[in-house]
Nanobody, 119 residues
Framework: QVRLVESGGGLVQAGGSLRLSCAAS????????VGWYRQAPGKQRDMVAT???????NYADSVKGRFTISRDNAKNTVYLQMNNLKPEDTAVYYC?????????????WGQGTQVTVSS
């Protein structure tokens, strides 16, 4: 059994910063790719940033230069540092992880954390 828990969301003014965390626990041998996604009301869930096991990062154009994804493999945790936040960043943010255990590889989603940016 694996659990992904996001935290760090909240209400912030435009121009402010937040740091999201995604902590994995349970039956884990190792974690390969991890991604942050977001979904605004009435819209589809979109990729925000991804990071490979080797810490190679990829970002959506809308967040490049403002967001930074990182990981701490010892803690099974991935972070999303969000700076210079804009009202259009308002959404529920989810993490997604590819987790290996024994002979299996499965994809998991967290429950999401709300980020609200006021203008």
């Amino acid at each position: 059994q694996v659990r992904l828990v996001e935290s760090g969301g909240g209400l912030v003014q435009a121009g402010g910063s937040l740091r999201l965390s995604c902590a994995a626990s349970g039956d884990i041998d190792n974690i390969s790719a991890v991604g942050w996604y977001r979904q605004a009301p009435g819209k589809q869930r979109d990729m925000v940033a991804t990071i490979t096991a080797g810490s190679s990062a990829n970002y959506a154009d809308s967040v490049k230069g403002r967001f930074t994804i990182s990981r701490d493999n010892a803690k099974n945790t991935v972070y999303l540092q969000m700076n210079n936040l804009k009202p259009e960043d308002t959404a529920v943010y989810y993490c997604n992880a590819e987790i290996h255990w024994a002979w299996s590889k499965n994809n998991y989603w967290g429950q999401g954390t709300q980020v609200t940016v006021s203008s």
